[in-house]
């Protein structure tokens, strides 16, 4: 086309300028507004309807990025952490035999619910 003029960009300068234009705006619409969770926690059934071993257990994290998250845990905070997430469709509960295990081996173990897998 007559007129115009065409920028000469690398493939990385492009992403890094869109990045950076997209990350602004998320920045300033996150801080603008803080998402919170609002759901009757207290009227649901115990997480793992009482069969998760002694020793693990349930908690919920609310407002991680809008969301409230749930994860079983087991052993003492302050130990070395064991992480132990799970592919999909699997959810923390499958982990409820082993925590203990990883838990008396001088482990704090978590396994949170993983989200959008």
């Not at 020793?55 to 070395?80: D, H, I, S």
């Amino acid at each position: 086309m007559k007129g115009t003029a065409r920028l000469k960009l690398s493939r990385r300068q492009f992403l890094a300028g869109a990045s950076a234009l997209g990350g602004g705006g998320h920045a300033s619409a996150t801080t603008a507004a803080q998402i919170t969770t609002m759901a009757p926690f207290e009227k649901l059934p115990p997480y793992g309807n009482n069969t998760l071993p002694a020793g693990v257990k349930p908690r919920l994290v609310p407002n991680v990025n809008g969301l409230t998250v749930n994860l079983l845990e087991a052993g003492t905070q302050g130990r070395p952490l064991a992480l132990l997430l799970h592919g999909f469709p699997n959810l923390a509960y499958s982990w409820r035999r082993v925590m203990p295990a990883i838990a008396d081996a001088g482990y704090y173990v978590v396994a949170p619910d993983c989200r959008g897998f």
